[in-house]
């Protein structure tokens, strides 16, 4: 047996081999230690604090497989993306994988070769994974965002409670929760829920000291983001809500000649985001302006600023948005940019996402007549999905529509994918029978035979432009000759450019009418709550924004921040001289206007310096070129 000596030195080793760090962070070591000493263990960290090495170090030191729950496909994928760069064996399984993958995942596993392997909590029911697993040594479970197992938050997910029903069938396997954001209420619930046996609890304060955390009402928000950039030479994201502002943004701000930013959401292709996350992640002054598809899992410590162009849906998603900023402990900034029409426009825009129940049950009428599923059935095969479709046939919004497709995938009622990714090809047709062909259909199967490897044995995922490449046809019409063959019945080709569809579940009415309808509503509802108290928080100026941010989550009696856009408003102007001084430094190197003296000074408030400016106009070291722009006079 390792002596603890030993074993404290290999602990140590095995960060600094394949995470290049020399100590632990906060409550990491003692985490480790409790997973370690097989014992239940419940984590409340903030973002940034290092939650995933709580147990992917372990994993590694332990025997068998950590078993990963985890609520979202990306953020699997991100995670086992990441896990393999450092060159550690992990997988994911998931309704995506074909069996001919799933079968060589659980056989590694098996062997004892995979590490960590990701799963959803709708597969801890799936009879292949149960099956599987009593053949694999699982060395202990870590449930990742727990706090989705809480009926009181946005991303509640029912399929957690799948959790405590295997743990009832292993009991000897030790559990670690882990979450960034839960109140105490959501604690509790996650220590009932999962059952978690006198558990060590590890909770640190929600106070980041680093970041300093401002508010502002605009009116032109392309023009404030431009002023709080032009002098930046720092690494940042941006937030904006839309796919479309997060493409005209970049464009303004490449147009004003701010040539270090790009724009990123789940509508690129799996090569362009990682092509954008790469630059970003390598450099030290890049700006990514994302939707929120982009963070999941970021590990990049030197993020100095996040700039939220609209406020987030959540103060939980806020927080760990801002979260991502100043990893490594230094100064950071969050700025918030919003206005009184925007919120009311985000009232109305989250009641029109919201279908009656009418509404809700005809878009999943509509799905399962148009590919003709019959009640109790499970087809097997993935269809491509044409959103427009619905919209022609329910009369209803692209919100709505969306909003269901997003619940149903999220309760794995249905695999359905909106993101740009590579195609699909199986074959039905055996190498034996190509001879018996249309001479044209033979020939273009044969071409596909010698270009993409695997398809005689199973479905595969390839790229039409590699195709093209290869055999010099281009891409529609290689999308032209695979839609041919399909309406054939030779093979089965799903256009990995458009919206796909894969049913998980046999079509049940009545669960669909009273159980999904009802839990879809409740989501909704706590959907509707928590943009409520996130516009409070955006609107509230009475009270320090950290301290807000902190009795949120349960934690009393914090004391101000001091440094927050509230803190700076309610101090007195007592930096007079300093400020002016500052200012005119500023002013002798260029003309500005009150925003990039904002800026240039560690961003005071605008009324803290517009004091200066006032005192500096009367006193004639300063003079207004115009209405906006302040100078030196030299007179």
Not at 175 to 196: F, H, Q, R, S, W
Not at 213 to 226: M, P
């Amino acid at each position: 047996m390792i002596s603890p000596q030993d074993f404290q030195k290999l602990k140590y080793d095995t960060l600094k081999y394949f995470w290049g760090y020399t100590h632990f962070r906060d409550s990491q070591e003692e985490v480790i230690n409790s997973v370690i000493n097989e014992k239940d263990t419940l984590v409340l960290l903030p973002t940034g604090a290092g939650k995933s090495l709580c147990y992917q170090l372990p994993a590694l030191l332990k025997e068998g497989t950590c078993l990963v729950i985890s609520p979202l496909l990306a953020l699997m994928k991100d995670q086992v993306n990441q896990l393999k760069f450092r060159g550690i064996e992990a997988e994911y399984l998931s309704s995506e994988l074909d069996e001919y993958d799933a079968e060589a995942i659980y056989g590694r596993c098996k062997e004892g070769l995979t590490k960590l392997l990701y799963i959803s909590p709708e597969r801890l029911t799936n009879v292949q994974f149960l099956q599987n697993i009593q053949d694999i040594q699982i060395s202990f479970i870590a449930v990742d965002e727990a706090h989705c197992i809480s009926e009181w938050g946005q991303d509640f997910r029912p399929s957690y409670q799948n959790i405590k029903d295997f743990r009832k069938n292993n009991p000897e396997i030790p559990c670690l929760a882990l979450t960034a954001t839960a109140t105490p209420k959501v604690l509790d619930e996650i220590k009932n829920k999962l059952e978690l046996k006198a558990p060590s609890i590890f909770q640190k304060s929600f106070k980041r000291d680093n970041i300093r955390i401002f508010t502002e009402e605009v009116a032109d928000k392309f023009q404030r983001v431009f002023d709080i950039l032009k002098y930046n030479n720092d690494s940042g994201i941006i937030y904006v809500r839309t796919r479309k502002e997060a493409e005209l943004l970049a464009e303004f701000l490449k147009k004003n000649k701010l040539q270090n930013v790009d724009y990123f959401h789940a509508g690129l292709t799996a090569k362009e985001k990682n092509t954008k996350q790469n630059i970003w992640n390598n450099s030290d002054n890049h700006v990514l302006i994302s939707t929120n598809a982009f963070g999941m899992g970021i590990d990049k410590d030197n993020v100095r600023f996040v700039i939220h162009y609209s406020p987030a849906s959540s103060v939980e998603n806020y927080y760990q948005e801002i979260g991502r900023s100043g990893r490594d402990g230094k100064d950071s900034f969050a700025f918030m940019l919003w206005n009184k029409q925007e919120l009311l426009n985000f009232d109305q825009i989250l009641k029109n996402q919201i279908p009656n129940k009418a509404e809700f049950l005809k878009i999943i009428s509509y799905l399962y007549s148009i590919f003709q599923v019959a009640e109790f059935e499970l087809p097997e095969k993935t269809f491509q999905l044409n959103t427009a479709g619905i919209q022609n046939f329910t009369k209803l919004s692209k919100a709505k529509i969306n909003n269901v497709l997003g619940f149903l995938h999220n309760q794995e009622i249905i695999y359905y994918n909106d993101n740009k990714s590579l195609s699909s090809l199986e074959l039905f047709v055996r190498a034996d029978e190509i001879d018996q062909l249309p001479q044209k259909d033979a020939y273009f199967i044969e071409l596909l035979f010698r270009t993409i490897s695997g398809l005689t044995t199973h479905k595969v995922m390839f790229s039409e432009q590699q195709v093209s490449s290869k055999i010099e046809v281009s891409i529609p019409l290689i999308k032209e000759r695979l839609k041919e063959l399909q309406q054939k019945k030779y093979l089965e080709y799903i256009d990995g450019a458009l919206s796909s569809i894969k049913f998980l579940k046999p079509r049940d009415e009545r669960i669909i009418r009273n159980t999904y309808w009802k839990l879809f509503e409740h989501i909704q509802k706590n959907k509707i709550q928590k943009w409520e108290e996130m516009k409070f928080y955006v609107e509230n100026n009475g009270y320090c924004k950290m301290k807000l941010i902190l009795s949120y989550f349960g934690e009393k009696n914090s004391k101000n921040c001091g440094q927050c856009s509230v803190c700076e408003k309610n101090k007195q102007s007592i930096f007079g001289k300093n400020i002016s001084q500052q200012i005119l430094n500023v002013l002798g190197k260029k003309a500005a206007t009150i925003e990039e003296l904002s800026v240039q000074l560690s961003y005071h408030s605008k009324e803290n310096i517009l004091e200066n400016l006032i005192y500096l106009l009367d006193s004639g070291k300063i003079k207004m070129l115009n209405f906006r722009t302040y100078a030196l006079n030299n007179e």
